[in-house]
């Protein structure tokens, strides 16, 4: 799994949804260890099911988008550690699967997404 976003990824991510009016936008980076393109990050700027944020005071459309992002990372991590021997760990406010939208659903699954050479 990729290492914790960095803020300027996160910006630039931010700067090409909302430019282009995208639903989301992801980043994938070579794994050289497989040799594969894996997730790398990714922001969401889509349809929003539930209000569920992790702060419960108003924030701007633009800091929702990126409190989504990072929830929707959250409830990856604590499904696939369902698949591990980890416990999970869900913040009281966490996510559900019943919470999200398809486009939401699409973006989750991304993270678990692998390119191979010659593949795709």
Do not use: H
Request: aromatic share 10%; with cysteine; glycine share 6%.
């Amino acid at each position: 799994m990729a290492a914790q976003p960095s803020n300027r990824l996160q910006t630039m991510l931010q700067t090409a949804v909302q430019t282009v009016q995208w639903t989301y936008s992801l980043f994938w980076q070579l794994c050289p260890q497989q040799g594969v393109l894996v997730w790398g990050d990714g922001y969401y700027n889509g349809a929003i099911k539930t209000r569920k944020t992790v702060q419960p005071m108003e924030v701007s459309t633009e800091e929702a988008s990126l409190q989504r992002s990072q929830q929707l990372r959250e409830l990856y991590d604590s499904l696939s550690a369902g698949e591990s021997s980890q416990p999970a760990r869900r913040p009281s406010a966490a996510l559900s699967p019943e919470d999200l939208t398809e486009s939401e659903w699409f973006y989750l699954m991304c993270v678990s997404f692998s390119f191979p050479p010659g593949v795709g």
